[in-house]
Structure formats: C-alpha cells, structure tokens
C-alpha cells in the first residue's frame, strides 16, 4: 500500500508539472525565426517603438502606432492605426520586412493575417518587467542588435536595482493606484504596476484579488488603510489640473491616512505605465511619492 502510495503521489507530482508547463506554452507567444535582417520596421505599440529606437534602429522604422509619442523622432514617422486599432491596409502600405506588435486580440490578428502575406512578426506578451527584458532580446536577436539589446537590458536593471536599494530598509507604506476613478478601478498585486509599488518600497494596500485591475467598492477602499494614493493620469497634458481634479475627488474619503495627510499624487502615466527603457524614471518617480526624504538625498 505504501508503494501504491507513493506512485499515486508521484504521478499527480507529474500530472501538476505538465499542466503548468502546458499553460506556459498554451500563454506563450509563439514566434516563426525572422528570414532575414529587417530593414523596414513597424511597431504597433508605443512601448515597442520605445524599445526599437533604444536598440538604436530609429532610422530603419518605417511606421508606428499613432499613440508613439517619444523620443520625439517616433512623432514624425507614418502612422498605421492605434495601439488597439492597427490599421492592415496601412501596414502594408509601408512595406514592411518585420512588424512587431503585442499579444492581445486586436494586434495579434493583425500580425497573423501578416504572417500569412509571407511578412515577418514578432508578437510579444509584455506584462511583468521580466517580460520587459524577454522582448527587448528577442527584438535584438530579429533586428541583428544582440548586442545593444544586452546592454539596454543591463543598464534598465541597474536603474531599477539603485531605487530598489535606495528604499529597502525603509518603512513599506500601503500604495493604493487607481487607474480608473469613474468607476474606481485599481491595480492588483498580481500586474506590474504592483511590481512598481514594491520595487519603490511599498506594500500594495489591497490583499489578493481575482482579477488584476479589479473595481472595488466604497467598504473595500476604507477598509484598505491605503497611506499612499497613485492614480495615472488621463493623459500626458496638464498633469497639475488633473492633480487638482483628483484632490478634490479624493477629499470626501477623509478617513483614509493618504487623504488626510494629503498623500496623493497623480503621475504621467507615459512614464510608469509603458513596460519600456524609461521604466527606471517611472520608478523613481514612484519612489519619490513614497519616500520623499531618501530620492532627495
């Protein structure tokens, strides 16, 4: 009995493996080896476009999302749709030898329908910082740029190293983000944005939910003591109206510590919500709203 015991032990231990493997691969991009070194590129994705001119192949991006804003050369390249409406015609219209897009519904049937047309796609999931890093070498490999992908990768690990260490023997405060106020919709500790908070050396205020930006109600967020609140801003433009705007939101919820001891900060989300090479500022912006007295130092 004892042996049938642990066979059984044994071959639900594998069972388990091989379900979390499968769902690994099932949630895993899947990406055909690039033909040849591109020299036409379109990215479909402002973070994407960001990483392409980090790698330095600024001049061979012959279009972009039309939210691609930085650096300032992206804004005067052609433009092929938005990031969740890329436009077919128009990418093919800028004959491109490679296009990138990320793993969402909208873009990755665009860059099937391409594939089929004999183009070259890379079609990245980034959603964890990890992934951040996982894209920018698969992007180097394609573009023949190995080499500079390695040493963005370093340097975006080193920023975020130095604030990690800048906040770790302080006192964690409770961060409460808010991406969306009408209806209050915050992030959740399984996203990047808690990697964010923590790497800034805070605490997520909200416990374990099931979806990873979930809408909470008014007993949810008393009851969440939040110290810290973070809210994106809706936009780029006029981030001191928006301030102001949330101050004045925030007001009737006196009862939480941020409110009362005036800890609200609404920041661009350009910088701290785009998984690519300006991540590091947008931490660091971060932990200036946490630990003031340490990021001025």
């Known amino acids: 009995m004892k042996k049938i015991a642990i066979s059984l032990i044994i071959s639900i231990s594998i069972c388990v493996a091989i379900a979390i493997i499968a769902n690994h691969y099932k949630n895993t991009p899947k990406n055909a080896p690039v033909k040849k070194i591109p ?4 990215t479909l994705a402002p973070n994407l476009t960001e990483i ?4 330095g192949l600024g001049d061979k ?3 972009v999302s039309s939210d691609s804003d930085y650096p300032p050369a992206a804004k005067q390249k052609p433009t092929v749709g938005s990031f969740w409406q890329p436009d077919l015609e128009s990418i093919i219209a800028s004959r491109p030898d490679l296009v990138i897009s990320l793993w969402f519904e909208q873009q990755k049937a665009i860059a099937e329908s391409l594939s089929r047309l004999g183009i070259d796609t890379i079609i990245l999931r980034i959603e964890k910082i990890e992934h951040l890093f996982d894209a920018i070498k698969k992007i180097g490999d394609a573009t023949n740029c190995t080499k500079q992908a390695e040493e963005l990768t370093e ?3 080193k920023q975020i190293e130095a604030v990690r260490l800048k906040c770790a023997s302080s006192k964690k405060p409770r961060v409460l983000w808010v991406v969306q106020t009408e209806p209050l919709r915050i992030g959740g500790r399984d996203t990047f ?11 997520n205020a909200v416990g ?9 109600g008014t007993e ?3 009851s969440c003591n939040a110290d810290v609140i973070i809210q994106s801003a809706m936009s780029s433009e006029n ?3 928006q301030q102001k705007t949330a101050e004045l939101f925030w007001a009737k919820k006196n009862s939480l510590p941020a409110v009362k001891n005036k800890n609200i900060f609404v920041v661009n989300a350009d910088l701290v919500q785009r998984l690519g090479p300006r991540l590091p500022h947008g931490i660091e912006i971060i932990a200036a709203c946490l630990h003031p007295e340490i990021l001025e130092k």
């Open 61 to 63: 991006i012959a279009a």
């Open 193 to 203: 944005l808690n990697e964010l908070i923590e790497i800034a050396g805070g605490e």
């Open 39 to 42: 020299q036409r590129i379109v």
């Open 239 to 241: 981030i001191e109206a």
């Open 208 to 216: 374990f939910t099931l979806q990873k930006y979930p809408q909470i």
């Open 220 to 222: 949810q967020l008393l």
């Open 155 to 157: 340097k975006i690990r």
């Open 52 to 55: 392409a001119f980090g790698l």
